[in-house]
């Protein structure tokens, strides 16, 4: 069975600086694997995404995220925090060819952003 | 192009009553999702319909259940409503596959209150 943790509920940083947040999964397999940004009262907003290929990828709003096999983790980066960057951030890990659409998620991180 | 809609926004019901959540995929998708989220945790996974068909099920009761409809759009109903029924319901919609499709894209939800 496919799991996802993140081990950390709550981070707190302050605005311009660097961020990181942690996840890591369980899974048979080579994963498909998701970070999502959910803002209050709000759907989910894709981040970026790992499918296969460069371990290190880009998404949208300068946000970047590793993939580490040896450690299952893929890990969400950003080198300097916006304060619009506060909200809940979730990963998730996807079934592949066969099972298009299902993930799994992990219990989501909170950020706070100090000014 | 318009995104993934759901309806409605909130809904407020007590405890033994029966609900309907309705949902429009993101054009072009054939695949609908549903995922409950409840307070403080991530979303988790409901079931999954393509070709007006459930495909896959995650761990609810038969209280809950679904349709698809010729034009993709989809229907989550649950019946016998309980207090811990009370979540943030997500629909998201994707294409049938692997790779790239494998992306699913979220509405914004609807927040069930059960009282």
């Known amino acids: 069975a496919q799991s996802v943790t993140q081990p950390d509920i709550h981070i707190t940083v302050s605005e311009g600086a660097s961020l990181e947040l942690r996840c890591n999964y369980s899974?048979?397999?080579?994963?498909?694997l998701f970070w999502y940004v959910q803002s209050p009262g709000q759907g989910l907003q894709l981040l970026l995404k790992y499918f296969s290929g460069d371990t290190l990828v880009q998404g949208i709003k300068g946000f970047e995220a590793e993939f580490k096999r040896s450690q299952s983790s893929f890990n969400l980066r950003k080198p300097s925090v916006h304060w619009s960057d506060a909200a809940e951030y979730f990963c998730?890990?996807?079934?592949?060819?066969?099972?298009?659409?299902?993930?799994?998620f992990g219990d989501g991180t909170t950020l706070t952003v100090k000014p | 192009d318009a995104g993934v809609t759901q309806s409605p926004t909130h809904l407020i019901k007590t405890r033994g009553q029966q609900v309907t959540l309705r949902c429009s995929p993101k054009?072009?998708?054939?695949?609908v999702s549903w995922y409950q989220q409840a307070l403080g945790q991530g979303p988790q996974f409901i079931f999954q319909?393509?070709?007006?068909?459930?495909?896959q099920r995650g761990n609810f009761p038969d209280r809950f259940s679904g349709h698809q409809f010729p034009n993709y759009s989809s229907e989550l109903n649950v019946n016998a409503l309980l207090l811990g029924d009370s979540a943030l319901y997500l629909c998201?919609?994707?294409?049938?596959?692997?790779?790239?499709?494998?992306?699913?894209?979220f509405g914004a939800g609807t927040r069930l209150s059960v009282l």
């Open positions: 899974y048979g397999a080579t994963p498909y």
């Open positions: 998201a919609s994707s294409l049938v596959g692997g790779g790239a499709k494998n992306i699913q894209y």
């Open positions: 319909y393509y070709e007006e068909e459930e495909r």
């Open positions: 998730a890990v996807g079934a592949g060819n066969t099972n298009a659409g299902k993930s799994t």
């Open positions: 054009s072009g998708h054939d695949t």
